[in-house]
């Protein structure tokens, strides 16, 4: 199965490389946000009580961290639909490759391409802005990232494979993510002096705010934060459920 993973980690690579359109407009968001929101929240963050510790880029950088993965992430299930269509999935049914080493090599594929994008975005940030956070930090919100991208698209690809319609899984994705994103705290915190009561609580709910909160704790180099022991367990709970969900899927739509 490791063989089959690497072929079709390479082969999904190759054809990233050869049309690097997604990566590109998956990085100019987070950018846009660091050049023309990132500035905003400086003053806010240094005026506004209840604010995570950290100044506005060590609060900043890696929520967009967690927002491009979550974007690459959840929408690597349209890639999948349109190699239904060409039959691209038929002619893989009528490999020996292994069912589960499909899924693999392409969750592996998004986690590279995922990582990718955030060192870019933190490289930009070091370079251009006034972003103070330690090696260490700064690694292990890449390998938080990474494990992200694993779990949405791994969940992606066998919403994907159940829905099987080009048309209704990005309405579906967008219907989803969008109080998602809202919730976790991405572009504002939501903390107890921030949020009301019904919305601090209704966000401690959503998990994606705990792996927010784990990226900060990182960025902050905060190696004891409850938050970040809390977001990498709730990462990696729903990094098994997905590759487990998957795994299922695959074997059940390509056998």
Known sequence: MLRDTWLIFLRDMKLCLRNPTWLIIGIMQPLLYLFLFGPLMVTVVDHTPGFPSGNAWAVLTPALIVQTALFSGSFAGVGLLTEYRVGVVDR?????????????????????????QSALIVLVTLLVFDLNAPAFGMLLSLAIAAVLAITLSSGSYALAMVLKSEAVFPSLMNAVLLPLLLLSGVLLPVTEQLAPGWLYNLARINPLTHVVDAERAAFRGDLSSTGLLTGSLVLLSMAGLALLWGTRTFQKENA
């Open 92 to 116: 893989f049914r009528g490999t020996p490759a292994s069912r589960s080493a499909l899924l693999f090599g392409k969750v592996l594929a998004q986690a590279v391409q995922a990582t990718a």
